[in-house]
Nanobody
């Protein structure tokens, strides 16, 4: 069975930081592309950032310079470090794993709320 288990979401004030974690099981983690997506109420799900098995990364323009994706293959875990958080970052954040063949697995999502 494949599982992507997310943690680290919560309520934070503007300008604060959070680190999200996504622990994977049931896949050969080191060969999967991992990504973070987010979805605000009434809005489409959007790509935040992704990291390939070779360590290449990309970021949405809205989070460049503030968010950092990383992976620890020994722990089968991908992280999203979020700094200088803004109210518009409020969303449900989802972890995604994509195989070499293009098959996607999704986590359950974790709520991030940025509010004063």
């Amino acid at each position: 069975q494949v599982q992507l288990v997310e943690s680290g979401g919560g309520l934070v004030q503007p300008g604060g930081s959070l680190r999200l974690s996504c622990a994977a099981s049931g896949i050969i983690f080191s060969v999967y592309t991992m990504g973070w997506y987010r979805q605000a109420p009434g809005e489409p799900r959007e790509l935040v950032t992704a990291i390939t098995r070779r360590g290449n990364t990309n970021y949405a323009d809205s989070v460049k310079g503030r968010f950092t994706i990383s992976r620890d293959n020994a722990k089968n875990t991908v992280y999203l470090q979020m700094n200088s958080l803004k109210p518009e970052d409020t969303a449900v954040y989802y972890c995604k794993a994509t195989s070499v063949g293009g098959y996607d697995y999704w986590g359950q999502g974790t709520q991030v709320t940025v509010s004063s």
